[in-house]
């Protein structure tokens, strides 16, 4: 069956740079997404259709795919970024499928 | 403005049935390209998808649940229900409603999610 596969963490200091993989079979063929869910609050979509930021959404956000590997990329992340955050895409069934999610310490 | 709101019980035992109501506003369900989904999160764990209903009343379910879940639309009611039966407490969890649309590929994503429901399954 179709994985996302995640890294369980990473950490930075306030200010650099953040890069979270998720690597998949269904890639590049599906597009991947981004979600960030701080404690205690609803996941948030930060990337869509691989490379797109929501409206509302800052521009150190950006996201990127090269063949099975998605990366979403924080440039200078700030404290206010630490959360956890999932990849998404559909597997072949095309039923949602998430990431295993990626805690980001910024400190 | 898109929104979506989940109800239901905060506290269920084990072996009940739990039912979770989402009101939405800002879309219907007979749109072409629209469905409501439930995602849930236990504590410790990451975002399970369970079940997603199309617009043209088409159902999907997650396999491990598929037999323990039930999803129904009421398009008059701007509401979607799901029914989870033999509740356990690794069923506890804060659970999301979700609205999905498509991309440009014609595959579903979520784009906007309810604050979500806390359930609890205790004696």
């Known amino acids: 069956s179709s994985e996302l596969t995640q890294p369980p963490s990473v950490s930075v200091s306030p200010g650099q740079t953040a890069k979270i993989t998720c690597s998949g079979d269904?890639?590049?063929?599906?597009?991947v997404y981004w979600y960030q869910r701080k404690s205690g609050q609803a996941p948030v979509l930060v990337i869509y259709?691989?490379?797109k930021r929501p409206s509302g959404i800052p521009e150190r956000f950006s996201g990127s795919t090269s063949g099975v590997v998605a990366t979403l990329t924080i440039t200078g992340a700030q404290v206010e970024d630490e959360a956890d955050y999932y990849c998404?895409?559909?597997?072949?069934?095309?039923?949602?499928?998430f990431g295993d999610g990626t805690k980001l310490t910024v400190l | 403005q898109i929104t979506l709101k989940e109800s239901g019980p905060m506290v269920v035992k084990p072996t009940q049935t739990l039912t979770l109501t989402c009101n939405f506003s800002?879309?219907?369900?007979?749109?072409?390209?629209?469905?409501v989904g439930w995602v849930r999160q236990s504590p410790g764990k990451g975002l399970e998808w369970l079940a997603l209903?199309?617009?043209?009343?088409?159902?999907r379910y997650s396999l491990p649940l598929v037999n323990r879940l039930t999803i129904i639309k009421d398009t008059a009611k701007y509401q979607v229900v799901l029914t989870m039966t033999h509740m356990d407490p690794l069923d506890t969890g804060t659970y999301y409603c979700?609205?999905?649309?498509?991309?440009?590929?014609?595959?579903?994503?979520?784009?906007?999610w309810g604050k979500g429901t806390a359930v609890t399954v205790s004696s």
């Open positions: 979700t609205h999905l649309t498509y991309d440009f590929k014609y595959y579903y994503y979520m784009d906007v």
């Open positions: 800002g879309f219907s369900l007979t749109s072409n390209g629209v469905a």
């Open positions: 209903i199309y617009w043209d009343d088409d159902k």
């Open positions: 269904v890639f590049p063929k599906k597009c």
């Open positions: 259709e691989d490379t």
């Open positions: 998404y895409s559909t597997d072949r069934s095309h039923n949602p499928l």
